[in-house]
């Protein structure tokens, strides 16, 4: 299948910092690309979509001056934690796919905690 | 209601014996079905499409039932490998990606 990469990892921070998490597909080109988040023994949520050139879409409740996304390109988003918080500690997932009804693929996730 | 209902199990699966579930979704504009799986504390991905004849790869039998609204997985001669949670995955008529919450099998020895 395609190879979508997301970095860093793993990530700690310190309360009220931001952190910034890439998400890039690696041998294809994402139209659209998923944020995700996932909360211990819980399914994923989604956050927002974005399209490349336009601006996310987000999901009701998810607060878009705190999760800034930028699909600058169809290779490249990125989803920026503003003034972390712990309870914003979780697993955050990207996705991307081709096609509007095709596959998507995950990024490794990157496991944030904020102390 | 939620969009795309799983068991969430867990199924308790003798290895070598066959375990099957299902995912059931409410809109029936529906257009793409998938399986995913996750271990624990990784990425989900991709097991399987699911196409409306149904279809088989090697232990793995997908089937979907749009009259009923609903999709199936079947799992023949389980490994100790196939122990994850399988998540069932459907697009609706906006191409919007619609999770259920995984249903969750354990192989045991």
């Known amino acids: 299948g395609a190879v979508v990469s997301q970095h860093p990892s793993r990530v700690i921070c310190k309360s009220g910092t931001s952190v910034k998490i890439e998400c890039r597909s690696l041998?294809?080109?994402?139209?659209?690309m998923f944020w995700y988040r996932q909360f211990p023994k819980q399914s994923l949520m989604l956050m927002a979509t974005s399209n490349e050139g336009s601006k996310a879409t987000y999901e009701q409740g998810v607060e878009k001056d705190k999760f800034l996304i930028n699909h600058a390109s169809l290779t490249l988003s990125t989803l920026t934690v503003t003034s972390a918080h712990p309870e914003d500690s979780s697993f955050y997932i990207c996705s991307a796919r081709v096609g509007m009804n095709t596959e998507a693929f995950f990024g490794q996730g990157t496991r944030l905690t904020v102390v | 209601r939620k969009e795309v209902e799983q068991d969430p199990g867990p199924f308790n699966v003798p290895e070598g014996a066959t375990v099957a579930f299902n995912c059931t979704y409410s809109?029936?504009?529906?257009?793409?079905f998938f399986w995913y799986r996750q271990d624990c504390r990784k990425e989900p991905k991709l097991l399987m499409s699911v196409y409306s004849s149904g279809n088989e790869d090697g232990r793995f039998t997908a089937q979907l039932n749009r009259a009923s609204q609903y999709i199936s997985l079947l799992i023949r001669d389980s490994k100790l490998s196939d122990s994850a949670t399988y998540l069932c995955v459907v697009t609706d008529s906006w191409g919007k990606l619609q999770f259920g919450a995984g249903t969750q099998v354990v192989v045991t020895p």
């Open positions: 809109n029936s504009a529906s257009q793409s």
């Open positions: 041998d294809f080109q994402a139209t659209t």
